[in-house]
């Protein structure tokens, strides 16, 4: 099989490809997102714990 | 409980120490499941007698119905324990998993709809599996709304959680919908009495992308919960010590620090 004939799916192409190419944007999307927001709220308290020894809440 | 709500959330030690353990095995889990789940789905697996090729969607579209479910028995369970136990960690657990549910969902009503047009002749019909999935799709949109409608985080938290536990109803309608009423959509060929009616050589792939999935959403939810919790956490000490975030000798405080927002 060629990879012309591949890529074409049995003429199914303009439906299975984009199926896919939606998972891939919508879950590395969102665990993008949630990384950097993790990131974020890491180093946001990384700047502050230095300097504040005690764990307020324990 | 004095002080403001997210106290509750600031050191919930045990589940970050969890997730912090789990996170990195569910990390790699998800890259290689997918790995191997692409590869059989897309390679080392036969197009369908009647379907054609465009059985391949169903390796992406069954795995995201699934999910986009389990997330919302997720959300509707803990937004139950938010509003009955007033659990801290149940309405973390909530609304950091409702987006990803979202996306899931997404996902299973567009990859259906690409299989629909070349197999049923049409992008969309109303029949009940597929109208009370998109129903699940505007309880997650709802979900969303309500959690950021409010002022008082709080009473946004509460209203999105009575929303989600009413919602939760949809959920054996959608799952029964094929038995229910005369659908377009097929009945169960796996989770149903007698075991599943797919072939071993289609099943393979199904199975694979839906526990990947399943490990996936785990993954992005427990990042989500965790960066969640952290914020609170920083809320807190912002609250308690408010000159710490402003005065600069103090350890390694850096200047740009979120002193502004005190």
Redesign the interface.
Known sequence: MSLAQYFS????AA??W???A??VV??I???VL??R??A???R??E??????EA???? | MPGPAFHRFANPRRFLRLADVLMPWLGGLTVLGFAAGLYLALWDSPADYQQGETVRIMYVHVPAAWIAMFAYCWVGGASAAALIWRHPLADVAAEAASPIGAAFTLLALVSGSLWGRPMWGAYWVWDARLTSFLLLFFLYLGHWALLNAFDDPQRGRRAAALLAVVGLINVPIIKFSVDWWNTLHQPASVMKMGGPSIDPSMLRPLIVMALTAQVYFLLVTFMRMKAMLLEARRQTQLYRQPRAATSAPRGAASANSQGGRA
Do not use: N, Q, W
């Open positions: 799916m049995g003429g199914y439906f299975i984009p199926s896919y939606l998972a919508l879950l999307g969102t665990f949630a990384s927001r993790l974020a709220a890491e946001a308290l700047g502050s714990e230095a300097g504040d764990d307020p809440a324990s």
